[in-house]
């Protein structure tokens, strides 16, 4: 890479943060004025007639505060309600020419900025993270060739097949309408009658109450474009395309419980988590990956490849890793950037194109159509965060909220007057040339019938988790069925789920009081696909939490070394206690305790650490909280670790059926289900390791099912 290089793509990187600064305002020393940048004398009186007298309506200052709050909310979206943004940029490992002519895709010295948008599906827009739900995932990558959008979701299929469906099954998922119960959840009539109606929506199903369901943070999320796309390369040539999201810390979720108690304990625990990291310099990184088919390979599979609600198994088409985003800064404004950010899956560059999937061909119609709605008319796209950084040159005009001045008498084309401005762009001069697919038919309202397979993939599906995986699936039915209260609906979902595994649905029943399938069964699939369990994934410690116990008389050298290693391990900890403050060590050192009993609980960590210190551990064993502590961190399949009489705590709690450390035991390390205990030792560097060992493993499954407890 030259100098030149160099500094053109460092510019580009900071194009998009340039356009916003124009927008930004710090008010900052600064007077308070109308919004017609009059000075304000007073606004926490309102101007009367007589200091007990009525207001007067010439009170320009009340009228307009009034006024503008009354105006301050807008419709929040139809779906994905509730979402969090954050800016980063995008850069290509190498040329991705022989695939692809999109511009933003051959040259890795450049850094695309991108804004990308995480949410939940079903819930309103104050409802909790944690729910059980699809995640979306929105990336606008800003582009020299104009904006590009990859409208993804944490799942890589559908529901459905079609999209004139979505309405009806959006409809059905949401709160009932004549209560509106319950708020951002499937476990209700409507979406289960939904569900057994359209047999289709059966893989969805499973990965829907899969762990995928409920994801431990967004940093630790796949992104999966779900819909088939094209690429299509300088020659003309194209491929078929599906477009993936792969965390650098791997793919991780919660346990139901825990994502449950979050929803109470911290409803924002998805957003503050990843404010949190991106604040700390801690920047969440995703591989770009892509699946090609060539378009004369359309046929070769068990599976339609324009069909939503079927994935293409990694293992049959290789994900080509292709690049790397990097998310590293907040946003300034939740409103102006997160809320008013308007998505598109038809928003393309040159090299990217459309399939027939008859999923994405509805899409492209309803995303500019409920924005209109949404933001307020047809200018959209001139809201700074929808702003493409290159130039925007046509004969719109008007409308509601229009920013651009456009000079001229001329608003039309073509025209002589201006010379035919703006012109159209040929295909050498980057003119969007669309991909030149041959297309016949008669009109019908039909369904392929490559499209009727609807259980394969779901058996595939769940030949490929793992024991906890499947234990955790079976689990969520309990739940979410059990939550229905029509007894036919439930058998039906017994029935349904009867063609995917007769052993699923024998389970299934168990929970809801029906009867299991008469004849077990399922179809004949019987590979799997590794590639789809979290059992698979990578495994790391780095930007994990954890919470240390302490109380007064804790031993100092115990915690200080702790912390010591988890920092080197790129692990944070939180001093816990009864109460906040500085507390002291039995050797007269003080600590201060962030976090109490009453602001904080198990669930906010990844793992837990009791030291040693008799004093403060014959205390904490008289607290309720601090045994619930230990009793939520093992019950939810985390890292447990115990230095010195540390270890008496987890005895006195429900840490059942794992080896401890005894007390006569010397310096010996005992690492049993994820927890690891060591006492009668000051050499603490072993059990570290140990430790940030387990930590990095997330969970440690092998406890569930321990007399029949289980977390999930
Ligand atoms: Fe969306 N979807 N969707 N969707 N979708 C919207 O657009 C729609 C689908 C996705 O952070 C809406 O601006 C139809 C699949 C995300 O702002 C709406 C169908 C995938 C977001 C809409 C689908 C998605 C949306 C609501 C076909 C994964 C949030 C507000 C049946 C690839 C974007 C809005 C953001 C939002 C329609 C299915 C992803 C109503 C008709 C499949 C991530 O236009």
Excluded: C
């Excluded at 951002?184 to 289709?200: G, I, R």
Aim: proline share 5%; aromatic share 10%; net charge negative.
């Amino acid at each position: 890479m030259d100098e030149n290089q160099q500094s053109n793509s460092t510019n580009y990187e900071n194009k998009k943060d340039e356009q916003l600064e124009q927008n930004r305002v710090d008010h900052q020393g600064d007077k308070l004025t109308t919004n017609q940048a009059v000075r304000v004398t007073n606004t926490d009186d309102s101007l009367k007639a007589g200091e007990r007298g009525p207001t007067l309506m010439e009170d320009f200052h009340f009228r307009e505060k009034m006024t503008h709050f009354d105006h301050e909310r807008i419709p929040e979206r139809v779906v994905h309600a509730r979402g969090f943004g954050a800016h980063g940029y995008f850069q290509v490992y190498e040329p991705m020419k022989e695939f692809t002519k999109a511009k933003f895709l051959q040259d890795p010295s450049v850094k695309t900025p991108v804004f990308v948008r995480f949410s939940t599906v079903v819930g309103s827009r104050g409802s909790a993270d944690t729910v059980r739900d699809v995640r979306g995932f929105a990336t606008k990558f800003y582009t020299e060739e104009g904006n590009y959008d990859l409208v993804a979701n944490n799942m890589p299929i559908f529901f459905i097949q079609d999209a004139i469906k979505f309405p009806d099954m959006v409809h059905a998922i949401k709160p009932e309408p004549h209560n509106e119960i319950p708020q951002a959840s499937a476990a209700h009539d409507t979406f289960w009658d939904f569900v057994t109606s359209h047999t289709e929506t059966a893989h969805m199903i499973m990965w829907l109450l899969s762990d995928r369901g409920i994801p431990r943070s967004f940093r630790m999320m796949e992104g999966f474009g779900v819909n088939t796309f094209r690429f299509v390369n300088e020659q003309g040539k194209a491929r078929f395309v599906k477009f993936h999201w792969k965390p650098v810390l791997g793919t991780h979720s919660l346990v139901w419980d825990e994502a449950q108690k979050l929803a109470g304990k911290d409803p924002d625990y998805l957003r503050r988590d990843l404010w949190e990291a991106i604040d700390m310099g801690e920047y969440p990184e995703f591989e770009l990956g892509v699946q090609m088919i060539d378009e004369d390979q359309e046929f070769n599979f068990d599976f339609d490849i324009l069909d939503p609600t079927k994935f293409w198994p990694e293992e049959q088409v290789p994900v080509k890793m292709i690049g790397k985003m990097t998310l590293n800064k907040n946003q300034d404004n939740f409103f102006a950037e997160t809320e008013q950010a308007a998505f598109h899956p038809g928003h393309v560059v040159p090299g990217i194109d459309f399939s027939n999937d008859p999923l994405l061909q509805g899409r492209l119609f309803s995303y500019t159509d409920t924005q209109l709605l949404r933001l307020g008319g047809p200018n959209f796209h001139e809201i700074p965060i929808n702003r493409p950084i290159a130039p925007v040159n046509n004969n719109q005009r008007d409308g509601f909220h229009r920013m651009t001045i456009d000079r001229g008498a001329v608003s039309y084309s073509p025209n002589a007057m201006r010379y035919n401005s703006p012109e159209p762009a040929t295909d050498q001069e980057g003119g969007f040339t669309h991909y030149a697919e041959k297309v016949e038919g008669q009109k019908v309202r039909k369904r392929s019938a490559s499209f009727q397979d609807h259980y394969r993939q779901a058996t595939l599906f769940w030949n490929s988790m793992s024991q906890a995986e499947k234990m955790h699936i079976v689990k969520a039915f309990h739940f979410e069925v059990g939550k229905v209260k029509d007894k036919q609906i439930k058998q039906r979902v017994v029935d349904m789920f009867n063609n995917v595994d007769g052993n699923l649905a024998t389970q299934i029943a168990q929970g809801l009081g029906v009867n299991p399938p008469t004849n077990p069964g399922g179809t004949n699939v019987t590979d799997s696909s590794p590639a789809v369990s979290q059992e698979n994934t990578i495994r790391s410690a780095k930007t994990r939490k954890v919470a240390i116990l302490i109380e007064q008389g804790f031993n100092y050298n115990d915690v200080s070394q702790f912390m010591t290693a988890l920092t080197s391990a790129g692990v944070h900890a939180d001093i816990v206690s009864k109460n906040l403050g500085m507390i002291t060590s039995s050797d007269n050192q003080q600590l201060e305790a962030n976090k109490s009993y009453a602001t904080t609980t198990a669930v906010m960590y990844d793992g837990l650490f009791i030291p040693g210190g008799k004093t403060a551990v014959d205390q904490l064993m008289t607290h309720k909280e601090a045994k619930d502590f230990v009793n939520d961190t093992f019950a939810h399949a985390k890292p447990l670790g115990a230095t010195n009489e540390g270890v008496d705590l987890l005895q006195v709690a429900d840490v059942k059926n794992v080896v401890l450390a005894e007390p006569q035991s010397q310096a010996q390390i005992y690492t049993d289900m994820g927890v690891v205990t060591v006492r009668n030792t000051t050499d603490l560097t072993a059990f570290h390791h140990e430790y940030v060992d387990a930590l990095a493993q997330h969970r440690h499954w092998m406890r569930e099912n321990q007399d029949g407890k289980m977390s999930g």
